[in-house]
């Protein structure tokens, strides 16, 4: 399997700006993903980076280093809707490999 | 909009039932997965298939097996449950390797399973 680190919880303040990193170890990367998980939902998907660099998307923005096996999701501007487990996610082959997820509390 | 249907939210069963969770895509997907989803070890593959009748063993499939005989319905079947099998369990499904695109997985609501 994959070997995927991420913080466990993080909070901050509504309107604010939140960094989650990941960093991996894998064989055969194609992509890393991340997805949004609300309590008691199916996860949702946010973003993917397959190249290095930066993808944004509205507040929402991941970058990745290949070399460096580490991503970052970047949360702009945050709503108490943003409240939610965000999952780093690395591809191999079929499969989707998962970190444990970081909880993010926005505090108004 | 697509959907990957999980057929029951909750489920409680007592210990050494055999149970099935069942799964259904309506995406025409080739790859089906299934995971189990629990607090600080995130989400773990137990199960998966890329075409109708194959299956993979995941990262954890002891006390589990599953069934696709048809390309839309995955299911997973727990042979003796136990009550460390208790947890969420969550169905997902992909497009073929070279079509999958940039969107991963679709998930299902998942099904959270409580063996007594």
């Known amino acids: 399997g994959q070997n995927i680190d991420q913080p466990t919880e993080m909070t901050a303040t509504e309107g604010a700006i939140v960094q989650i990193n990941c960093t991996y170890q894998?064989?055969?990367?194609?992509?890393l993903f991340w997805y949004q998980q609300h309590a008691g939902e199916a996860p949702t998907f946010l973003s993917y980076?397959?190249?290095?660099g930066l993808e944004e998307k509205g507040r929402f923005s991941s970058f990745l280093s290949r070399s460096k096996g580490y991503s970052y999701l970047l949360l702009k501007e945050l709503q108490m809707k943003d409240s939610a487990s965000y999952l780093c996610a690395v591809r191999a082959d079929y499969k989707l490999s998962f970190g444990a997820g970081t909880t993010v509390t926005v505090r108004a | 909009d697509v959907k990957v249907t999980q057929s029951s939210r909750y489920l409680v069963k007592r210990t050494g039932e055999k149970v099935f969770l069942e799964c259904v895509q309506d995406?025409?997907?080739?790859?089906m997965f299934w995971y189990r989803q629990d607090p600080g070890l995130g989400l773990r593959l137990i199960y998966f298939?890329?075409?109708?009748?194959?299956?993979e063993k995941g990262d954890i499939p002891e006390g589990y097996s599953v069934s696709r005989e048809k390309k839309e319905r995955f299911s997973l079947i727990l042979e003796s449950a136990s009550t460390n099998q208790t947890s969420m369990y969550l169905c997902a499904s992909s497009l073929r390797a070279r079509d999958r695109g940039k969107r991963g997985y679709t998930f299902g609501s998942g099904t959270r399973l409580t063996v007594v």
């Open positions: 298939s890329y075409d109708v009748k194959m299956k």
């Open positions: 980076n397959v190249l290095d």
């Open positions: 894998t064989s055969g990367f194609n992509g």
């Open positions: 995406m025409d997907h080739e790859n």
